[in-house]
Every structure is written in C-alpha cells, then in structure tokens.
C-alpha cells in the first residue's frame, strides 16, 4: 500500500481523495500548505498530490520547494488544479511535477498513474540513487508510428543506468533509442530502453529510459 499526502485547501476536493483512493493507499491529507513540507518530511509520502491555487502558500512555490530539498526532491509530484493550459502544465513540469491532472480528476486515471509510479518507484529504489540533474541529449530511433527520428532533449532525472526526460516524438514501451551526450566528442554513448511513459496524452510525454549496457561516458560514471 502507497502512502500519499495531498495537499488542498478544498475540503470536499480532499474527502473526494480520501474516498476514492483511501481502500488502496494510506492518504494523509492537510488543507494547510504551511504544514506540507513539516508533513512530507515526517510522513515520508511515495506521491504528493498538490492543488495549485491556495493561500499562503501556492502550489508552485511548494512544487519548487519538494523539487529543491534532498529530502523531498525523489518524491513524485502530481498536480491536481482546476487550472488548464499548456504554459501552466509545461511550468509545473519544469518546477518539478511528474503528472497534471485537471479538476474534475479522473480517478481511473489518477489510480493507473499511481500504480505506475509506486511501482517504477519501489524498482528505482531497489536498483539505484536518482539524481535530480539537466543533462542536454540528442535522441535516434524509430517513433511508434515506424518512422525515423533525431531529436533534442534535457534529462531532468538521473540515475548511473537510466535517465527521465520529455520527448516529442511519440515512443512506444521497450522501444530502443540511441542516446548522445551534446558536446560529446564521441558521438552515440549508448542505447536505451523504454520502460515507463508519462503524461502520454500530452504534447511532450516523458519517458523513463534505462541503458542496455551501462555507458562508460555517462555523468555519473
């Protein structure tokens, strides 16, 4: 069982939580943004979810806050705000968030998105530390649709065998890309497998990749 800590200030948005994910996760909840950092330290939360627009604290300076502590910052983040639009989605991104979902929340797939997290979460804890680290890549392979493709990307979350980050073109799970260090002398440092997909409804998706063989040119190594 995942525990979560949801973070609004809407008290029937946190009971709504509670019922629909309360029979498969441990839920700890406040409607007190000054307390959720004091909360995610104590609790020790697998998935945050946080509401954008509060008082006191909003949701982006908490975003950027998970994101900036050692503490907190491997902790996946899930947007839950009645906000829409792309700049919105694409900032939460870059502060940190892993998943956007609008009010009114699809349950069904708040729950998948979960169960994908905690369970790529628990394996990531097995296998390695994560670092949170913008690393600039260029991407070649083939797209899901059977069409070739070069692209350029930032990783956002490193680990020695495997990276996140956003890409355009659309991949399918356990595809294979080959994978550039930009400003590499050396050309291709190795290939990647695909093994999760985020956000896949979106204009940028983001993928979980985990190299065949470790490369001996990558940051951590």
Not at 125 to 135: M, T
Not at 136 to 161: C, H, M, W, Y
Not at 177 to 189: F, K, Q, R, Y
Request: glycine letters at 6%; a neutral charge.
């Amino acid at each position: 069982m995942g525990k979560i800590l949801v973070v609004d200030d809407d008290e029937s948005m946190r009971r709504l939580i509670r019922l629909n994910l309360g029979a498969t996760h441990e839920v700890v909840d406040t409607g007190e943004p000054e307390v959720a950092l004091s909360l995610a330290l104590e609790h020790k939360p697998d998935v945050i979810l946080l509401d954008l627009r509060m008082p006191k604290y909003s949701g982006f300076e908490l975003c950027r806050t998970f994101a900036s502590l050692s503490t907190t910052q491997l902790i996946p983040v899930f947007v839950i705000s009645g906000e829409a639009g792309a700049k919105t989605k694409e900032f939460c991104r870059e502060l940190g968030a892993v998943v956007y979902f609008e009010k009114p929340v699809d349950f069904d797939r708040l729950l998948a998105s979960l169960a994908d997290c905690l369970k790529s979460r628990r394996s990531e804890r097995r296998c390695e530390v994560r670092v949170r680290l913008r690393v600039p890549l260029k991407f070649g392979g083939t797209d899901a649709s059977g069409a070739s493709f070069q692209i350029l990307t930032t990783a956002e979350n490193v680990g020695r065998n495997s990276f996140l980050c956003a890409c355009a073109a659309s991949l399918a799970r356990d595809s294979v890309v080959e994978v550039t260090l930009i400003g590499s002398p050396n050309g291709p440092i190795g290939r990647a497998k695909v093994v999760r997909t985020e956000d896949a409804d979106t204009e940028y998706p983001r993928y979980a990749l985990r190299f065949l063989n470790p490369p001996d040119a990558w940051v951590l190594n």
